[in-house]
T-cell receptor
Framework: NAGVTQTPKFQVLKTGQSMTLQCAQD?????MYWYRQDPGMGLRLIYY???????DKGEVPNGYNVSRLNKREFSLRLESAAPSQTSVYFC????????????FGPGTRLLVL | QQQVKQSPQSLIVQKGGISIINCAYE??????FPWYQQFPGKGPALLIA?????SEKKEGRFTISFNKSAKQFSLHIMDSQPGDSATYFC????????????FGQGTILTVHP
């Protein structure tokens, strides 16, 4: 089992460009999450999907959109990238919500110039 | 607005010593408190977690102490080893809120041989 996979591993964008970060899990989990990690800020929840077909905003959703393509895949889209979106992005999944363990992917490092 | 505050930002400990990381929270509705461990270039991984009906939980060298009245919880690493060198995040969530975690700022732990 690969667990949670993310692509790409690293990306450089120019301001205004768009891109989609991909995430897939092979653990048959119901819930999936997108976080961003910035120095001194910890991880902050961008969007989450409690189950297939549902998505909802987290703490810092502005400038992002998500798609829960199916039970396995949850993508994050930046429509018009800004330097403030330079960060490391982590996808996570869990069997359900509540007190279930969240399993994180290896991250995507994004640099917006 | 940081609902979970973590300290210290960084910590240096000698091999065999005790590492202590503290967290304080504001939202009394939080009822799940996990700690995540992150090695460089990797995603966070669950280390240990506690519920507020328990004052202490121990797993091997790792112990969580929880003080509900003070709204504080801490991670103690006994007999710290160089392999424990990592970034540690405390987190909190409301178990009925689809697993939305609120993370602390993180503590970079370095254990010298």
């Amino acid at each position: 089992n690969a667990g949670v996979t993310q692509t790409p591993k690293f990306q450089v964008l120019k301001t205004g460009q768009s891109m989609t970060l991909q995430c897939a899990q092979d653990m048959n989990h119901n819930s999936m999450y997108w976080y961003r990690q910035d120095p001194g800020m910890g991880l902050r929840l961008i969007y989450y999907s409690a189950s297939e077909g549902t998505t909802d905003k987290g703490e810092v959703p502005n400038g992002y959109n998500v798609s829960r393509l199916n039970k396995r895949e949850f993508s994050l889209r930046l429509e018009s990238a800004a330097p403030s979106q330079t960060s490391v992005y982590f996808c996570a999944s869990s069997e359900g919500g509540g007190r279930e363990t969240q399993y994180f992917g290896p991250g995507t490092r994004l640099l917006v110039l | 607005q940081q609902q979970v505050k973590q300290s210290p930002q960084s910590l240096i400990v000698q091999k065999g010593g005790i590492s202590i990381i503290n967290c304080a929270y504001e939202n009394t509705a939080f009822d799940y408190f996990p700690w995540y461990q992150q090695f460089p270039g990797k995603g966070p991984a669950l280390l240990i977690a506690i519920r507020p009906d328990v004052s202490e939980k121990k797993e091997g060298r790792f112990t969580i102490s929880f003080n509900k009245s003070a709204k504080q919880f801490s991670l103690h690493i006994m007999d710290s080893q160089p392999g424990d060198s990592a970034t540690y995040f405390c987190a909190a969530s409301i178990s009925t809120s689809y697993g939305k975690l609120t993370f602390g700022q993180g503590t970079i732990l370095t254990v010298h041989p």
